[in-house]
């Protein structure tokens, strides 16, 4: 019985090989936080810096958006006012929600802090130069990518990641939400992590 020789196709290589580059990406991300997503960080909001560790003292509900999106932005901000809503005051008192904007070209921190204070008062906006937001944004594990949009008078939108990350008082990610998670889960959620 003769063999008959195996043939590789281009793409199977192809496939193999950005399968190794995409192993090795989430290797390495994991590895730039002891293996784990989150953690502090510092950005800019109208007051000046913002850390993470500045709400040690409490639980924080944080987003990847920017101010511009049409749907899933003010749909999540909107869940978690109602959440807030739901919940004692003590328990209010005890949760910081941050929204963080992807889109510093038209994000600024005036800007921000007006479309935040729309859904609550006590929610906080902060962005940072590209590079800034490019490392928590990869620290946390999300993404996002400008997508020109010619037709459009905005010129691009920005696909973004839709989680809601609830993160403890040690500022480790303590359960992931969505954006259209229910304001009810997302209060559960809170009660929950106190």
């Known amino acids: 019985m003769k063999l008959k020789p195996i043939v590789v196709f281009p793409a199977l290589i192809a496939f193999v090989l950005l399968l190794s580059v995409a192993i090795i990406m989430i290797g390495d991300n994991a590895n730039s936080n002891n293996g784990r997503l989150g953690g502090d960080f510092t950005l800019t909001s109208d007051k000046g810096p913002v850390s993470l560790s500045d709400f040690d003292d409490k639980l924080k ?104 990350y609830l993160i403890g008082r040690d500022n480790q990610i303590k359960e992931y939400l969505y954006h259209d998670s229910k304001p009810e889960e997302i209060a559960a959620a809170i009660q929950k992590a106190l």
């Open 61 to 164: 509900l944080v987003f990847f958006g920017y101010t511009h999106c049409p749907d899933i932005c003010p749909l999540s901000l909107a869940n978690v006012k109602v959440a807030m809503k739901q919940l004692s005051e003590e328990v209010v008192n005890q949760t910081q929600t941050i929204f963080v904007s992807v889109d510093p070209k038209r994000d600024n921190v005036e800007h921000l802090a007006r479309y935040v204070g729309f859904f609550d008062k006590r929610f906080i906006g902060v962005t940072g130069t590209k590079e800034e937001i490019d490392k928590v944004v990869k620290q946390y594990g999300a993404f996002y990518r400008m997508v020109e949009t010619p037709d459009s008078a905005m010129g691009y939108t920005v696909d973004h990641s839709a989680r809601i």
